[in-house]
C-alpha cells in the first residue's frame, strides 16, 4: 500500500483557534481525521507529523525518504518564506512533494509571496482551504 505522508509546521496545531477567518474553525485533528478517511477511500495509508520546529521537520523528511514514502504533502507554515534547509531536505529526500497552503499566499503579506520550499515541490496549491490537502492527497495518490 502507498504511504503518504502529511508534514504541517509551525502554527498549523493552532488551526481552529489562530485566526479563523484566514484558516477556519476545523482543528488540525479533524483535518486529519477527514483525510484518514478520504486516503482509505484512496487505498493509500497516510502518515501525519506536525512540528513548530524547522530541525524536526527536517529530520522526519530523511526518516520518511529511509522509509520510502511514496508522496509528500508539506504545510510548512511561515517556513515556507525562509527555510533553506527545509527546501534542501524536501529536494533531497526523492520523494514526490505537493507544498500545500490554507491562504492564498499571493494574496497576503509582500513577505508571503515567496516561496522558498515550492522550488523542490512538484506543485504548490494555495488558497482553497484546506481541500488543498484532499487535492493534494488525489493527485500523489494517482501517480504510479
Do not use: W
Not at 477567518?21 to 495509508?45: N, P, S
Not at 534542501?88 to 503579506?109: F, K, L, M, Q, Y
Amino acid at each position: 500500500m502507498k504511504t503518504i505522508a502529511i508534514l504541517n509546521g509551525p502554527n498549523l496545531d493552532r488551526l481552529g483557534r489562530r485566526e479563523p477567518q484566514i484558516y477556519g474553525h476545523e482543528t488540525l485533528a479533524d483535518l486529519e481525521k477527514r483525510l484518514r478517511a478520504e486516503a482509505a477511500a484512496l487505498g493509500v495509508d497516510v502518515v501525519f507529523f506536525q512540528s513548530n520546529h524547522e530541525g524536526a521537520l527536517v529530520d522526519r523528511i530523511s526518516q520518511l525518504a529511509d522509509s520510502k514514502a511514496h508522496g509528500m504533502i508539506v504545510n510548512a507554515g511561515g517556513l515556507t518564506h525562509t527555510s533553506v534547509a527545509l527546501r534542501d531536505a524536501i529536494a533531497g529526500s526523492g520523494i514526490p512533494t505537493i507544498e500545500v497552503h490554507i491562504s492564498n499566499i499571493h494574496a497576503r503579506e509582500e513577505f508571503r509571496h515567496k516561496s522558498v520550499t515550492g522550488g523542490a515541490c512538484l506543485g504548490i496549491i494555495a488558497g482553497l482551504g484546506r481541500e488543498g490537502y484532499s487535492y493534494a492527497l488525489k493527485f500523489l495518490a494517482s501517480r504510479s
